[in-house]
């Protein structure tokens, strides 16, 4: 038996043999479920984070704020790739930008950025 017939095999034993809904669980967690609209808004968020660019692109500015001459020289990728990806990431408010003359420095938008990158990579490192 192979290691994924045997895997099936173990989910066909766990299946329920009768249907029966815990009603107050569902109840609960029913009350305090997000609407369509949110959960939509936080998988998109999530998507963000898929790309191997913008995760350099975040980690990159975790550390100090950065225009994109900087962040292109550091990640060697060229400035228009970076451009395109910090666009993204600032629709997604993810990154903020302050103009200084005639450059411009990108930073997090907030604390929370660098929290989830932070349990990201304690996560991945357990």
């Given at each position: 038996m192979t290691e994924q017939e045997r895997i099936e095999q173990e989910v066909r034993e766990c299946?329920?043999?009768?249907m029966h809904v815990?009603?107050?669980?569902?109840?609960?967690?029913?009350?305090?479920?997000?609407d369509e609209q949110q959960l939509l808004e936080l998988s998109e968020f999530f998507k963000v984070f898929g790309d191997s660019t913008r995760i350099k692109i975040l980690y990159v500015l975790s550390q100090s704020e950065m225009c994109v001459c900087d962040i292109a020289t550091l990640l060697q990728?060229?400035?228009?790739?970076?451009?395109h990806q910090l666009r993204v990431l600032k629709q997604m408010r993810l990154v903020k930008f302050r103009r200084d003359g005639k450059t411009v420095?990108?930073?997090?938008?907030?604390?929370?950025?660098?929290?989830?990158?932070?349990?990201?990579?304690e996560h991945i490192s357990e």
């Open positions: 299946v329920c043999e009768f815990h009603e107050e669980i569902v109840d609960k967690v029913e009350k305090v479920m997000p990728m060229g400035q228009s790739a970076i451009s420095f990108y930073s997090l938008s907030d604390d929370h950025i660098q929290t989830i990158l932070a349990q990201g990579m």
